[in-house]
């Protein structure tokens, strides 16, 4: 199989985790006998030192002449004093545009071995498997009217979704809903909010297509405790770009890190694959970034884009396996310095794992 792949590895840590996913799908694309390319181009801080813009014609054209986008993370701090439009975060956003993709896939995968890093306790987030469906081009992020009038002290920004954008988005839910546990939870403000009513509306319209699933609405400011008390009782949660911006943050309390948490963004003309975690400018450089999320995250490109659902488990199993061997990078290490490897020992030992099982997987097929 053949995929072209742009790589954005952006500020911070972006460009060490996406290094050490890269590892990973070579080591896939060898293994396989697939032809993976990487071509690199600049987006958000890298991008304005460079190019004066934090998304360059040219990188908007290498994505667009690609078959997935492999992103690591936009954000500096030295570019706060920027008005919105001209931050790093505005490539982010355009990007997610361009590319056109609408359906933001973020699971929430507990890990067994990572059980005492979460403040929840391990029976609690035993076996925990959430998706997210994240709705990523529209609402707040993107409404108009948008204002700071700083004269008159008053800022305006608008929530507005049409019933297209809803359908389109939770089609795509009710499906992967009918792939896993068959249960579809979606969450608003509807007390409240006229844009949440368009949602609900709209979700219970579609049940009838898909009988199997089992629709359930929370309000988001319950579903934020309901995700600590009980989150084993989730399965495939949707909800609009704001929402589903901070639940899946918060879902990172689950399986102990922000840093384990992968995304893929479908749905439009080339898939978008990023961690959810950000740039975190305060370690850049020093190795402690957890490259796991980015090496999931990759998984995700393997399953959803190179359509490889055996290498994708192949990874995710090789991750369970070096977290189930002790290793740990910083953020998940609870002090323990033994068990503490660097960004890069971390993704040469899910590279060794996998390399061995796919090593014991060829002997059998005897290829
Ligand atoms: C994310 C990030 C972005 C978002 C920021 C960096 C614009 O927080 O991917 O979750 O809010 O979508
Ligand atoms: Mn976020």
Same mark, same amino acid.
């Given at each position: ?12 840590? &972006?460009?060490?985790? +996406?290094? #050490?996913?890269?590892? /990973?799908? @070579? =080591? ?16 958000? &801080?890298?991008?304005? +030192?460079? #190019?004066?813009?934090? /998304?360059? @014609? =040219? ?52 890990f067994n071995a990572l059980s005492e890093n ?19 081009l529209g609402g707040l992020y993107f409404g ?194 033994a068990a503490t490897v660097t960004t890069k ?23």
């Amino acid at each position: 199989m053949k995929l072209k792949i742009a790589v954005l590895a952006g500020d911070g840590i &972006g460009p060490e985790v +996406t290094r #050490e996913a890269i590892q /990973i799908l @070579k =080591a896939v694309a060898e293994f396989g006998g697939h032809d993976f390319t990487f071509t690199e181009a600049l987006l958000g &801080g890298v991008a304005i +030192t460079a #190019e004066g813009t934090p /998304i360059p @014609k =040219a990188t908007i054209a290498t994505c667009l002449d690609s078959d997935a986008v492999l992103l690591g993370a936009v954000g500096d701090n030295k570019f706060n004093h920027l008005t919105p439009d001209k931050r790093p975060e505005a490539g982010l956003l355009q990007i997610r545009q361009e590319l056109g993709g609408f359906a933001n896939l973020r699971p929430c995968l507990a890990f067994n071995a990572l059980s005492e890093n979460s403040p929840l306790r391990p029976e609690v987030t035993k076996d925990v498997d959430i998706l997210f469906v994240r709705e990523l081009l529209g609402g707040l992020y993107f409404g108009q009217p948008r204002w700071w009038n700083k004269e008159t002290g008053e800022a305006i920004n608008t929530m507005r979704y049409t019933k297209a954008e809803v359908v389109r988005v939770a089609r795509i839910a009710f499906e992967l809903a009918q792939k896993r546990r068959k249960k579809l939870t979606q969450v608003d403000k509807a007390n409240v909010l006229e844009c949440s009513q368009l949602w609900r509306a709209t979700v219970d319209e579609l049940k009838s297509d898909y009988p199997d699933v089992t629709v359930e609405h929370q309000l988001v400011d319950s579903m934020a405790i309901h995700l600590m008390n009980t989150p084993r009782h989730f399965d495939v949660v949707l909800t609009e770009n704001l929402f589903g911006d901070i639940l899946s943050d918060e879902s990172g309390v689950i399986t102990g890190s922000l840093g384990m948490l992968p995304s893929a963004t479908i749905g439009g003309k080339v898939n978008l694959y990023e961690p959810v975690h950000g740039s975190a400018p305060d370690i850049a450089g020093t190795g402690k970034a957890n490259p796991l999320g980015a090496i999931l995250t990759a998984a995700m490109v393997l399953r959803h884009s190179a359509k490889l659902e055996d290498a994708a488990l192949a990874v995710e199993a090789a991750v369970a396996e070096v977290l189930a061997a002790g290793h740990r990078t910083a953020d998940i290490a609870r002090g323990n310095a033994a068990a503490t490897v660097t960004t890069k020992q971390m993704g040469k030992l899910v590279h060794e794992a996998l390399a061995q099982s796919l090593d014991r997987e060829q002997s059998l097929h005897g290829v």
